[in-house]
């Protein structure tokens, strides 16, 4: 038997049931197979795979004929895997031996209702293309989206659109928009966000900082003449962050704060607490460098 409900075994007990009246309002495809039959074996899956894909508006009844006799003499079968397609209590349609999906496909499209869309969180898009790197797409989503949930003055802000709201501040950083992106953070009022809220505002930080700072190659240059230059390293490190190269960076501000705690009243402290606070508490790089600069506190 098959996990879903639009998959199932049927007998000479039950085909009428099953098969005739459910017919009437959704077609029925029939899978006449056998243990012994290796193209049988080859074509299950496939039909399976297709009949999923339909979200019920098709069904799969499957003979196994070894041990539905009654049924294969009802209706002739005579080669194995024999399909037919049942319709308004007929059979409409089939076709007998292993075939490919594209024909499989091709018979079906008459006579079955193409399955509606899946339901797509535009949110969620949104989310996965920003995380892919895809900032202009994600920021076009969210503008469709913000302006498709308007809220009045006496209302409070839905959750889809903080979330949004967040989300779509770090799109106008990451593009350069800094003042509009700031301005965006500072219209979201709720409470129930305060990691993305952090994220965000540590990302327009090091985004700001970044802009004052010298050059990635000039900073190497000053490190490669003296590597214990610590205003150098932390600048790097901002540079780093704002390009979302966390990894070099956290591990660059981990070791100017075992070198010199004290440097710039402890900020390489405070900053490693901030990308912290734009990774999330999840990510595999916080938990590592919580880890080591807990080891090395203590």
Known sequence: ?????????????????????????????????????????ALMPLLAQITEGYRGELLLAKVNCDLEPDLVARFGIRSLP????????????????AQPESA?????????????????????????????G???EAEALLQLLLSETPETADQAPLPEK??????????????GALDQAQSTLDAVKSDDYKQPLAAARAQLTFLRQAADLPEVASLKTRLAQNDEDDEAAYQLAIQQLARQQYEPALEALLKLFLRNRSYADGLPHKTLLQVFDLLGSDHLLVTTYRRKLYQALY
């Open 134 to 136: 895809h900032i202009g």
């Open 1 to 41: 038997m098959s996990d879903t409900p639009y998959i199932f075994d049927v007998s000479s007990a039950n085909f009428d049931q099953l098969v005739i009246e459910n017919s009437f309002h959704k077609p029925v495809l029939v899978d006449f197979w056998a243990d012994w039959c290796a193209p049988c074996k």
């Open 82 to 97: 024999t399909v037919v397609l049942f319709k308004d209590g007929q059979p409409a349609d089939g076709f007998n031996g």
């Open 162 to 175: 903080t979330a949004a709201l967040i989300l779509y501040a770090r799109c106008l950083a990451e593009r």
């Open 104 to 132: 499989i496909r091709a018979l079906l499209a008459p006579h079955v209702q193409e399955p509606p869309a899946p339901d797509i969180d535009p949110l969620e898009s949104a989310q996965a293309l920003f995380a892919e």
